[in-house]
């Protein structure tokens, strides 16, 4: 992983420069942010054949932006982790954009692309291409999710005012999900979450889902399922 950042780089980003995802998580987990930590992955580079979890860290008034430059991230996740890219609970102000996340799993169920996890906020999926396969027929399986577990799309989490834009998802139980708490709701924290301009294709069930949220936004999101023919009962939206 290179960096491109102009002529001075925070200490968080020379730590960061690494040939895997895993070892740059790990420098970054636990710092606090001095400045805006950009950090590209270098084009052609991939396939990254590994699941990673973005940690929490301390951004203050910073944020944490991961190139991914159409690098593919492939991993066939264990049911211990069914995402290959996790937000960790209380990640915050991180953008991934135009990363290729795979789901090579064999499994029909605990099968998942990118999850947003607890408290996860105010970060940014974009422009990524996640696919899971079309066997995924259980209810542990989604493209892109805020929730509140690692094994489940439907444990709540508490996290607000996420945006999740610009990104195809094909395959899956679940498309694109944002499940919070009847107590989140009530302090506030599960809001804002957005979804705009994503393409949904051949999901299974349930294609945009979202339960116990303030003022969430679904907008000019594309679903269809071309090609999909085995499913259940289909919800555009939930």
């Known amino acids: 992983l290179a960096f491109a950042v102009g002529a001075a780089r925070t200490a968080v980003e020379a730590a960061l420069e690494t040939e895997d995802f895993a070892a740059a998580m790990t420098a970054l987990s636990g710092t606090t942010n001095t400045g805006n930590v950009v950090f590209n992955v270098v084009a052609g580079s991939g396939p990254y054949l590994e699941q990673v979890i973005i940690p929490a860290h301390t951004p203050g008034a910073f944020t944490t932006t991961i190139n ?19 937000f960790a609970t209380g990640t915050s102000k991180v953008t991934v954009d ?4 795979t789901n090579t799993a064999t499994t029909t169920t605990t099968v998942g692309g990118i999850g947003l996890l607890g408290t996860a906020n105010n970060n940014t999926v974009s422009n990524c291409t996640v696919t899971l396969p079309l066997t995924a027929t259980g209810t542990t399986s989604a ?8 094994t489940t799309v439907t444990t709540g989490g ?4 996420n945006t999740i834009t610009g990104n195809t998802v094909t395959g899956g139980y679940y ?3 944002a499940y919070g708490t009847a107590a989140g709701v009530t302090a506030g924290t599960c809001i804002n979450n957005v979804f705009t301009n994503n393409v949904v294709r051949d999901v299974y069930a349930y ?3 979202s339960v116990q949220q303030t003022n969430p936004q679904f907008i000019n999101n594309d679903v269809s399922r071309p090609t999909r023919t085995n499913s259940t009962t289909v919800y555009c939206m939930y």
């Open 143 to 150: 493209g892109i999710a805020i929730t509140g577990s690692a």
């Open 207 to 209: 294609q945009l889902y």
């Open 68 to 86: 991914g430059n159409g690098n593919t991230l492939s991993f066939a996740s264990p049911s211990s982790n069914m995402w290959v890219l996790t």
């Open 98 to 101: 135009n990363l290729v996340v």
């Open 158 to 161: 508490t996290g607000g005012n």
């Open 175 to 177: 498309g694109l999900t």
